[in-house]
């Protein structure tokens, strides 16, 4: 995200030159509706959490009795053998619907990211003079890019799509294709080897790609390329932004809680060929600075069998839309500039329109991860300035005490500057996010995946370890996906790290 008026945007990531809070403050505006709404989530867990105690101390009853209680129970029920049948029915019935309707674990198999050939590689100064030469932009537009790109926290191997290395660029429908294969497919190619998975065993498939939207569609063709069954379940994502990886993963996890026994695969994508902006609008020439190449593809699954050889567990999806506001609507907005030519425009409303999002999603997040402590906290202090109307600093929960790691999304430096400091984070929180942008960076709505492959590179991630994804998009959304570790996970074979992970952390002027 970034700040620069009237580029000021949470996806992008213009540096930021205030030192005021530049997202809101937590507590003045408060709206309670998303905190009984966060509840509300965790109350659809509660029969589960009531009946796990209950069957226990059944259990340890049970136990306790001695033959002569066996026998005078049995006595006792040949004299009530009605209530005896409407209990034996009730228990069956009951079983029966808990069976039938209780959430089903979503494991996280395995995930793949794209590994980029170096030959994509844009090199800052090869990056400024190819923009030069290609004759579209005027010099304050040339100056514009190279201060982003300086300021952008990104490094000298991040790649851009072969359709960029030509002079003139080739951003063509057949370019964007091969792009979009490159990246699927290799992404694919590798999950589908560390897994050992048949392609014929997928039952369910989401793709995601927010700009790049062809006929047939992108799910179409991987179903092509790998022959997938003809009665998969397919999905097309298109136009959500670089939050749509999360959506992705939850609509994957809804259609596992209706089809027992099957796998999802989900793959995350952007494609840059098509859509780089060749105008001099300056609100439109930030994404050339910071999109660049990658994707990832997951593997989820149902089945219990499938537990010990997983990585991790999801534990919550919370999904925050503020596309009801006309502002927030329009604040990411794909249209042409005044000489005809498309980008993406963004309003100087961004920042402020991010930071109520964040500040929704995070309050309808904290019930169901946060200690009773950290809430009590939050409560106290929520009714002293309420009904009080006392003069008390804004109290922030403390989220390091809910999750261990955290993947924020790319987008660029300034997001990430500002969620470090308003959730008081420490270097080493934000280091995974920081290092992806540095190294590949902003791929989207894939960015999280290479910020966790970071950390299984770095051998930080233990068993029951927790993980909090959290992504923006347009529309505009924020999204949060919370995962738990079910082992030491070490990290896959081809990890998008393992010939550079020695060289990390660095240090980003």
Known sequence: MSSDPPAAAVKVGVPV??????????????????????????????????LIPLVAVIFVQASQTNPDDLRNLSLHLQYNLVAVIVCSAFLIFGSTVY??????????????????PPHLQAKFSDFMEHSRLTGDFEESSLEFQRKILERSGLGEETCVPEAM?????????????????????????NLFANTNL??????????????FNPT???????????????????????????????????????????HRNTYAVVVSTENITQNWYFGNKKSMLIPNCLFRVGGAAILLSNKES??????????????THKGADDKAFKCVYQEEDDAGKTGVSLSKDLMAIAGGALKTNITTLGPLVLPISEQLLFFATLMVKKIFKAKLNAYIPDFKLAFEHFCIHAGGRAVIDELEKNLELEPHHVEASRM????????????????LAYTEAKGRMRKGNRVWQIAFGSGFKCNSAVWKALKNVKPSPKNPWEDCIHRYPVQIL
């Not at 290395?165 to 190619?189: I, N, T």
């Not at 048949?198 to 700009?211: A, F």
């Not at 136009?239 to 209706?258: F, H, N, P, Y």
């Not at 540095?438 to 989207?444: K, L, P, W």
């Open 216 to 258: 047939p569609s992108l799910s179409a063709m991987i179903v092509n390329k790998y022959k997938l069954r003809g009665n998969i379940r397919s999905f097309n994502l298109g136009g959500m932004g670089c939050s749509a990886g999360v959506i992705a993963i939850d609509l994957a996890r809804d259609m596992l809680q209706v």
């Open 17 to 50: 030159h205030t030192s005021s809070r530049i997202l809101p403050d937590f507590l003045q505006s408060v709206n309670l509706k998303y905190v009984k709404l966060g509840y509300h989530y965790l109350m659809t867990h509660f029969l589960t959490l009531l």
């Open 198 to 211: 048949k392609p014929k065993d997928i039952g369910i498939l989401v793709v995601n790609c927010s700009l």
């Open 165 to 189: 290395h030509h002079l003139p660029p080739r951003p063509s429908m057949a370019a964007a294709r091969e792009e979009a294969e490159q990246v699927m497919f290799g992404a694919l190619d």
């Open 436 to 451: 992806t942008l540095h190294r590949f960076g902003n791929t989207s709505s894939s960015s999280i995946w290479y910020e």
């Open 99 to 116: 069976i039938m309707t209780r959430p089903r674990s979503v494991y996280l198999v395995d995930f793949s990211c794209y590994i980029p």
């Open 306 to 319: 499938d537990r010990r050889r997983s990585k991790y567990k999801l534990v919550h999806v919370v999904r």
